[in-house]
Nanobody
């Protein structure tokens, strides 16, 4: 299983970015796909996650710090998960990682994810 994260960059506060995570070797309908971030000197923290909800579509989960600003979505045909980030703040600056877990994963816990992408840097200037 390989995860390829992309879409990071430099953006001004208040701006937007969309990160992508393309999965190969598995379909992300099998479990959770998570987004985490790690700022310099800080621990990796949960940003959001998504899982298949069958006929209901997709079920997203968000950290309180990004709720209302970030949106996670999935594209089955492309086996890709997206993280749309709006109203970015300087404190959102971090390396963002996507991760794949099983259906039993505790989605907020990075230790329960099985596969990780390489990370993409998001820098928000004030």
């Amino acid at each position: 299983v390989q995860l390829q994260a992309s879409g990071g960059g430099l953006v001004q506060a208040g701006g937007s970015l969309r990160l992508s995570c393309a999965a190969s070797g598995r379909t992300f309908k099998n479990g959770y796909m998570g987004w985490f971030r790690q700022a310099p000197g800080k621990e990796r923290e949960f940003v959001g996650a998504i899982r298949s909800a069958g006929v209901l579509g997709w079920m997203p989960y968000y950290a309180d710090s990004v709720k209302g600003r970030f949106t996670i979505s999935g594209d089955n045909a492309k086996n890709t998960v997206y993280l749309r980030m709006n109203s970015l703040k300087p404190e959102d600056t971090a390396v963002y990682y996507c991760a794949a877990g099983s259906s039993s994963t505790t989605y907020r816990n990075p230790r329960e994810y099985d596969y990780w992408g390489q990370g993409t840097l998001v820098t928000v200037s004030s």
